[in-house]
């Protein structure tokens, strides 16, 4: 506190990832925190079961329940200041059920801790380095959403500078990014208008789930504060291309040294890289959910997206799920192109490790890797297209959710075909368009 007080911090915010990876948080005056840490602040558990638009989902243990209450304690070691909001501090949380004492089955935070913790009693040391694109749009009232995107301009993909960003917007944030000390390294304006890609460095992966879920509700905020919409919806507009979420997997061994690398195997990868590049393809379907957890997640899909939508991976080839990057040694890693910038960082590192982690412990070679460009059925399988199919898919698949947990897994089935059964209620604008002039 007298340190937080001598950077002249007087509001600390508490805040924890809900089931879709949005910030829940308190303000709380630093004089209080004490109080904070030593008996938690309730929050309802609901708040978990909580749609975008103010639903409460009848997930069990809410609703039926009576609205029961979560603890949330801050974690102390994760206080950083904001730039932008001068006298206030962030703080992430760590959730439990005063019922029990035990965490939250809910957590995104403590589902990754029980899965990080059975990778270590295998001897896997998870390292993983997050890729996130967004869309920046302004307001417009003439819009049907109200927002158009921040630029219009084509062919500045892998651009910096006004070229495409005539409002410095990228060079700003990364500035602010920066001082928030949350990892960033560097960015860029990506393939459609308005769109940008920032990349944080590697770590362990529980740092890299953290900065990554910071970084989101960080983008989100800047924008908020210049009348702006960030949004990492996986595809925003029909015009564009979507948004995606990269990871870069690699694992430490007990040498300090990296677990994937081996010289003298097959493609450059180690037995543990290979078994893990396998466990990944087999649990596609499942991880598909988790990667690419809402209705919109599936317009990315399709030929020519760059968007992965079959099992397959490749040595440096972006046409596949899984892509070898070319550096071995400290460098040698997998890159999962699976996800879309929707996902919940905590739950979709937690559902890649649990996929690798089978795949270690099965011990299976991934068959020959794909060559030229894919997106081709005939050789190889392909992943669920639609929400509903993708969570048949993880239910069905014991294996995982045995890693993840029932608890988890009922909760995260139910919000999510909530989900599903109220889109497809809803009338949308195409049906109108399509329908009401004819019929």
Not at 72 to 91: F, K, N, Q, Y
Not at 112 to 140: A, M, S
Not at 279 to 289: K, N, Q, R, S, Y
Request: proline share 7%.
């Amino acid at each position: 506190m007298q340190r937080l007080a001598a950077e002249g911090i007087d509001v600390v915010r508490v805040s924890y990832p809900d089931l879709i990876g949005t910030d829940r948080a308190r303000d709380i005056l630093l004089d209080h925190l004490p109080s904070a840490c030593d008996h938690g602040l309730a929050f309802c558990r609901a708040v978990y079961h909580t749609s975008p638009q103010g639903d409460v989902i009848p997930v069990s243990g809410g609703l039926d329940a009576g609205l029961p209450d979560i603890t949330v304690r801050p974690d102390l070691d994760t206080v950083i200041p904001l730039p932008w909001e001068p006298g206030v501090a962030s703080c992430l949380a760590d959730v439990t059920d005063p019922a029990t004492g035990l965490p939250a089955s809910e957590s995104p935070r403590d589902l990754l801790r029980t899965v990080l913790d059975r990778c270590t009693e295998h001897g896997l040391r998870p390292v993983v380095g997050p890729e996130l694109e967004y869309f920046l749009c302004d307001e417009d009232p003439a819009a049907p959403s109200g927002w158009k995107r921040y630029s219009g301009t084509t062919g500045v993909v892998y651009t910096a500078g006004l070229r495409a960003d005539g409002d410095n917007h990228l060079l700003r944030t990364l500035r602010l990014l920066r001082d928030m000390n949350i990892g960033v390294t560097s960015g860029n304006h990506e393939f459609d208008g308005g769109q940008f890609e920032i990349n944080l460095t590697h770590s362990d992966a529980l740092s890299a789930a953290d900065r990554a879920f910071r970084f989101k509700s960080a983008i989100k905020e800047l924008a908020r504060k210049e009348g702006k919409l960030a949004t990492f919806m996986a595809k925003p507009f029909n015009d564009a291309g979507g948004s995606g979420f990269h990871l870069h997997l690699s694992c430490g061994n007990d040498d300090g040294g990296n677990a994937f690398d081996d010289p003298a195997g097959p493609y450059g990868l180690s037995a543990t890289a290979r078994h893990a590049v396998a466990g990944i393809l087999a649990h596609g379907p499942a991880l598909t959910a988790l990667a690419n957890p809402t209705v919109n997640s599936y317009k990315r899909f399709g030929p020519d997206t760059l968007a992965p939508w079959l099992i397959d991976w490749g040595l440096d080839n972006r046409s596949a799920m899984v892509r070898i990057p070319p550096e071995r040694g400290s460098g040698a890693r997998f890159e999962l192109r699976l996800g879309d910038a929707s996902a919940n960082p905590h739950l979709l590192i937690a559902g890649t490790l649990a996929a690798a982690l089978l795949g270690v412990l099965a011990g299976e070679e991934p068959p020959a890797p794909l060559e030229g460009y894919g997106y081709d059925t005939a050789r190889a399988a392909v992943l669920p297209m639609s929400l509903p199919a993708a969570l048949d898919a993880l239910e069905a698949d014991t294996e995982l959710t045995d890693v993840l947990g029932k608890g988890f897994t009922a909760s995260f089935l139910s919000y999510k075909r909530n989900e599903i059964d109220r889109f497809q209620r809803h009338v949308t604008d195409w049906e109108f368009t399509e329908y009401a002039y004819h019929l």
